[in-house]
C-alpha cells in the first residue's frame, strides 16, 4: 500500500486565493489584506472573540494544501476520503490513522492526545489545516494549542467544545434558552442524587456527566435500579472522573435521529440526517456500543420535524453559544429524539458522528474543504450544502465479544473487493497493517458503506458487500436499517 507519498494530482480551482500571497500574514494577531479577508477579519474583531489564526493558507496556493487529520476510526476514514476528493488539496497526513487511512494519507505515529507532538509536527509540515475528528482532543483543547500555535484548525475550542464535553452545562445551555429537551436535575453530590429518585418518576435516565465514550448514559426502569446506578457513576466512578457530576433525566421514548451540522459561530448549515444503532445485539438488544450501524437519510426526519428543529433548535443553539462567548466553530451534532409531542435533543455531539459520518459525507456534493474553511472564516452563509438524491447504509464489522471483551490480530480477507467499485466504501476503524497483510485492531473493525437509489437498495448493497470481507471473529448485526420497513 502506498502509505508514503499520497499526492493527488488534480487542477486548481482558482480564485479564492489566488494571488493573495504575501508574507507572515497569518496567525492570532495576522493582518489579511484582502477585501474578503479584511471584512472577515473586521467581523471576528468586532465580535472580540472570533478565530484570528484564518489567512495563513492564503500565503499558498490553494490548490497544494496539506491536511492533517487527528483520529484513528472509521469516522477519520470517512473524512480522509472527503479530503481525498478536494481538489484544492496536495498531501493528506493522518495522525495516527489506521491501515485503511494509510491508502490514501502518510500516517504519523501520533496519538490524538499527544498535543505538543501534534502541533510541532504540523509546524515542521506547514500544515495548512488541521482537522479534529475525535471528542477527546476537542474536549481537551487541542484546537485552541493548535490556533496559539499560528495554525489553522478545523474543530470547536476548548470552551466550545464543552457541549458536548459536560452533560450538565448543555442540560443547563438548553435550559436557559429554551431549546427542547428532556427535563433534568444536576448532582454533584451521591446523597442528593439520592434523595431526589425517591420521588422521581420511574423509568429515569442517569447521565455522568463527561465524557465516557457513550457508555456514561444508564436507563433504569426501577428505584433500585436507579440507586445502583449513582452508585456505579458517582461512588465506584465505573466512568471514571466523568462520574463526579451527574444529570438525572426525564426518560423520553421515540425515534432516534442524528442530525450533523457545519457551523462558523454564527451561522449553521444542516446535513442530511442519518440513523444510528446504538444497541450491540439485532433487536436492539445487548449493550450500548458506539454504533453498529447507520443509515442515511432517516425517513422519519420529515419537513415537519426539519421546521421544528429549524425554528427551536439548530440555530437556538448556535446562538445560545455565541451568546455565552462560546462560539462554536466546527461539527454540531444533534442527537434528537423524536417523542409525540415533537423532537427534544437528547444530546449534543462536537463532531462528526462515527458511524454517521460513514453515510453522511460519501452523500454531500460539496468540497469538504470548501464548507470547512468557510466555517473557519465565517462566511458559511456563503455556502449551499448539496447531497446526492440517493441513500446509504454502513454495517459495522465488529470484533465478536465488542463492547467487553474481544480479541485482536486476525487478517482480514476481501478488503480488494471494494477496489473499483462505485457507491461502495470500506471504511477501516480498528484496523493496522502488520507486515503484507491487513489484520484486525479495535472492537469495531471496518465499516462496510454502500449507496443505493433508496433506502432499500441501499441495505440490499451494504448487506451484500459486508460478505465480501472475512476475519475470525467477524461479527455484524443483521438487522441495521429494520426501521426503513416501518416507514
Ligand atoms: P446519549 O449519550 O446522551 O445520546 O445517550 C445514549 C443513548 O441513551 C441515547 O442514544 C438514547 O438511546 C438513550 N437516552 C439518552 N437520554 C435519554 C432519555 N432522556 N430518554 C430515553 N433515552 C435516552
Ligand atoms: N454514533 C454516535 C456517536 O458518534 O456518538
Redesign the pocket.
Known amino acids: 500500500y502506498g502509505t508514503d507519498h499520497f499526492t493527488k494530482g488534480g487542477v486548481c480551482e482558482g480564485g479564492r486565493y489566488a494571488g493573495v500571497i504575501t508574507a507572515k500574514s497569518y496567525g492570532r494577531s495576522g493582518v489579511a489584506d484582502t477585501a474578503a479577508g479584511y471584512s472577515a477579519d473586521r467581523r471576528r474583531q468586532s465580535k472580540g472573540k472570533r478565530r484570528q489564526s484564518t489567512d495563513r493558507l492564503k500565503e499558498r496556493q490553494s490548490c497544494a494544501m496539506k491536511v492533517l487529520i487527528v483520529g484513528s476510526g472509521g469516522r477519520e476514514h470517512a473524512i480522509a476520503a472527503s479530503v481525498a476528493k478536494s481538489k484544492k488539496v496536495d498531501k493528506i497526513y493522518c495522525a495516527p490513522g489506521n491501515a485503511g487511512i494509510g491508502q490514501i494519507a502518510e500516517c504519523v505515529p501520533i496519538g490524538a492526545m499527544e498535543f505538543d507532538k501534534i502541533t510541532a509536527f504540523a509546524k515542521e509540515k506547514a500544515i495548512d489545516l488541521t482537522i479534529v475528528g475525535m471528542d477527546d482532543p476537542l474536549v481537551g483543547g487541542l484546537i485552541d494549542e493548535l490556533e496559539s500555535a499560528g495554525l489553522r484548525a478545523f474543530g470547536p475550542r476548548k470552551n466550545a467544545a464543552v457541549l458536548e464535553g459536560s452533560?450538565a452545562f448543555s442540560k443547563d445551555l438548553m435550559k436557559k434558552y429554551h431549546i427542547p429537551t428532556?427535563a433534568?436535575e444536576t448532582f454533584d453530590d451521591p446523597k442528593k442524587a439520592l434523595a431526589y429518585l425517591e420521588t422521581a418518576v420511574m423509568?429515569v435516565?442517569l447521565?455522568a456527566d463527561g465524557l465516557a465514550l457513550?457508555k456514561?448514559?444508564l436507563?433504569c426502569n426501577t428505584l433500585e435500579e436507579a440507586k445502583d446506578g449513582v452508585k456505579t457513576i458517582m461512588e465506584d466512578k465505573k466512568f471514571g472522573a466523568a462520574g463526579s457530576r451527574m444529570v438525572i433525566?426525564?426518560?423520553?421514548?421515540g425515534r432516534?435521529v442524528s442530525v450533523l451540522s457545519f457551523v462558523d459561530g454564527k451561522t449553521i448549515r444542516i446535513m442530511t440526517s442519518a440513523q444510528?444503532h446504538?444497541r450491540a445485539g439485532d433487536g436492539d438488544t445487548g449493550l450500548?456500543t458506539g454504533g453498529m450501524g447507520t443509515f442515511s437519510p432517516s425517513p422519519f426526519y420529515t419537513e415537519e420535524v426539519d421546521a421544528f428543529c429549524r425554528k427551536y433548535i439548530y440555530q437556538a443553539t448556535v446562538d445560545a453559544m455565541a451568546s455565552e462567548e462560546r462560539p462554536f466553530q466546527g461539527i454540531i451534532f444533534f442527537?434528537l429524539?423524536l417523542t409525540d409531542k415533537g423532537p427534544?435533543v437528547?444530546?449534543y455531539n462536537a463532531r462528526f458522528g462515527d458511524p454517521e459520518a460513514q453515510v453522511v459525507l460519501p452523500r454531500m456534493k460539496n468540497d469538504i474543504i470548501d464548507v470547512i474553511e468557510a466555517c473557519i472564516d465565517g462566511t458559511l452563509d456563503q455556502i449551499t450544502l448539496q447531497f446526492e438524491e440517493n441513500a446509504a447504509v454502513c454495517v459495522v464489522l465488529a470484533s465478536e465479544g465488542y463492547p467487553v471483551s474481544y480479541e485482536k490480530g486476525f487478517p482480514i480477507g476481501g478488503l480488494e473487493k471494494f477496489e473499483g467499485k462505485d457507491g461502495y466504501y470500506c471504511f477501516h476503524a480498528g484496523t493496522k497493517e502488520d507486515g503484507q497483510q491487513i489484520v484486525t485492531n479495535g472492537g469495531r473493525v471496518l465499516g462496510v458503506t454502500a449507496t443505493g437509489r433508496d433506502l432499500h437498495e441501499a441495505r440490499e448493497n451494504a448487506y451484500q458487500a459486508a460478505e465480501w470481507v472475512t476475519f475470525e471473529n467477524k461479527y455484524m448485526r443483521h438487522d441495521i436499517g429494520k426501521a426503513i420497513d416501518e416507514v
Open positions: 452533560k428532556a433534568y423509568p435516565v447521565k457513550g456514561g448514559v436507563i433525566e426525564e426518560f423520553m421514548t432516534e444510528d446504538k450500548n442527537g429524539m427534544r437528547l444530546e
